[in-house]
């Protein structure tokens, strides 16, 4: 082997090394690698250069060259250090990592919460245990994503991710969405995140009245369901606090205005009422005796079983619906925050 060809091939696998020890983010980007790359043995050879004292550099120079950039671990580590200390996590990756806390936790609320609807359904449910279960289920899922997610931002920082490393590697996407943002511009949307004040007050103002209605009408005095269907008053009662419940929610949704975490900190306690509603109409489903027994009376030649079981499948469904609604307002209200609202100049302006 000739002595180019032995200190090309020394090159090549220092720089090998060095990029086994490079970061991630680093790695993903082709051409900042290869600049990179190609830049390091430029240096090395001109160091080579310099150390043969003007004469061609055999693998002797070379080798001393090397040695003088440092340890590929040292070389690599220079890309590490980017970002602003603060705690373990660089102060750049902290929007996104409370950010994915918040996803996260609400993720594990709805889960939590949508099975204790379904177990309360049960015949025989234990209502406290069945809570409880799912509080100390929610709070220990909490506790593990928190975990788990501070682990892998402290890695990221570590290995000194910054935010716009992700942006380059959804290029594609970004793009995508940047098209639309221009048809948005062009058509600007004036609908909100949330409903208005006056939407959810309206909510609040029904969710006090029927329910207070459920709650406080003696159901028990009417002889047919004293008769025929004695669990329904009960049921009822349950469903009325539910809608107070979600009435008081929505209430102070309309009195706390644009506040974005506030929103979302009721928009999640907005999940709980509406398992409580999931859990109340898969017992229609699962306990015939509340009221499946007075409807086959009322109407011994119906299908009462499949009607009753097709109602709370599609009524179960637009709550399932409806508590991923509320996640996907608590993702926008994060992403988006509260959209301002548009002037008469600006529409002026934005019509021409």
Not at 118 to 138: D, N, R, W, Y
Request: proline share 5%; net charge positive; hydrophobic share 45%.
């Amino acid at each position: 082997m000739s002595n180019q060809n032995e200190s090309k091939e020394l090159i090549e696998a220092f720089k090998e090394e060095v990029k086994k020890k490079l970061p991630i983010w680093l790695k993903t980007q082709v051409t900042e690698l290869k600049d990179f790359l190609d830049e390091l043995e430029d240096h090395i050879w001109d160091k080579a250069t310099e150390l043969a004292e003007g004469k061609e550099p055999d693998i002797v120079h070379v080798r001393e060259a090397i040695k003088s950039m440092g340890t590929p671990r040292q070389i690599a580590k220079e890309f590490r250090t980017r970002g602003t200390p603060k705690f373990y996590i660089t102060e750049e990756l902290w929007p996104p990592y409370y950010k994915s806390l918040i996803f996260a936790c609400v993720f594990i609320l709805f889960v939590n919460m949508l099975t204790m609807g379904i177990k309360l359904a049960q015949p025989g449910a234990v209502v406290g245990s069945i809570v409880g279960q799912a509080f100390e289920g929610t709070f220990a899922g909490f506790a593990y994503a928190i975990v788990g997610i501070t682990l892998v931002f402290v890695q990221l920082s570590y290995h000194g991710f910054l935010p716009e490393d992700f942006k380059k590697l959804t290029e594609v996407q970004d793009k995508k969405k940047e098209k639309t943002r221009e048809k948005r511009k062009r058509t600007p949307r004036t609908r909100s995140v949330i409903p208005s004040t006056g939407s959810y007050l309206f909510e609040g103002i029904m969710g006090f009245v029927m329910g207070g209605v459920l709650g406080l009408y003696p159901f028990g005095d009417i002889n047919f369901l004293a008769e025929h269907m004695p669990a329904l008053p009960g049921w009822l009662k349950y469903v009325g606090l539910v809608m107070i419940v979600s009435g008081v929610i929505r209430f102070s949704q309309a009195l706390i205005g644009k506040h974005v975490r506030l929103q979302q900190l009721f928009l999640s306690l907005g999940i709980i009422p509406m398992c409580f509603n999931l859990a109340l109409l898969l017992q229609l489903h699962f306990n015939e005796y509340i009221i499946r027994k007075g409807f086959i009376y009322l109407f011994p030649t119906a299908d009462v079983y499949t009607i009753i079981y097709a109602l709370v499948i599609v009524f179960s469904i637009l709550s399932v619906v409806g508590m991923l609604g509320e996640i996907r307002k608590i993702a926008q209200l994060e992403l988006k925050g509260f959209e301002p609202k548009e002037t008469k100049f600006e529409k002026l302006m934005n019509n021409h």
